[in-house]
């Protein structure tokens, strides 16, 4: 088994001690563990949007731009978790989320928390496998 830490400059850089990702290598398959994402822009590590929708749409920016750093596509996500600050949200949310998967629908989780940092609306995290 190898692993490899993802480094990507086109999803905001870690904001604790943690890695945006890391990719494992095992029969032949890569698995990609990325860290939850959240609303910042890559370059500044400001907050984008004011909206879940707007936030959102950033997030799975983010999302994307990881994913094709390690090699990956949004295709290739098998298993997502979404926190949500609140429930009222969902629906903005699984619009976006919905348009940017497409046709294709990883397993998810969805769970209401009590904070997120930088007092987001919404943060995600993703689990592929290509």
Excluded: W
Excluded at 40 to 64: R, Y
């Amino acid at each position: 088994m190898e692993k490899k830490v993802i480094h990507s400059d086109q999803a905001p850089a870690a904001i604790g001690p943690y890695s945006q990702a890391i990719a494992v290598s095992l029969a032949g398959a890569q698995f990609l563990y990325c860290s939850g994402q959240i609303p910042l822009d890559p370059a500044s590590g400001q907050v984008v949007g004011n909206t879940v929708a707007e936030q959102t749409a950033q997030v799975m920016t983010n999302i994307a731009g990881l994913l094709a750093t390690a090699g990956a596509t949004m295709a290739d996500v098998v298993k997502t978790t979404v926190y949500l600050r609140d429930m009222a949200d969902f629906a903005a949310m699984n619009e976006v989320y919905q348009a940017r998967f497409g046709t294709h629908k990883p397993a998810r989780s969805t769970v209401a928390v009590a904070g997120l940092p930088r007092d987001v609306r919404v943060e995600i995290e993703v689990h592929a496998i290509f």
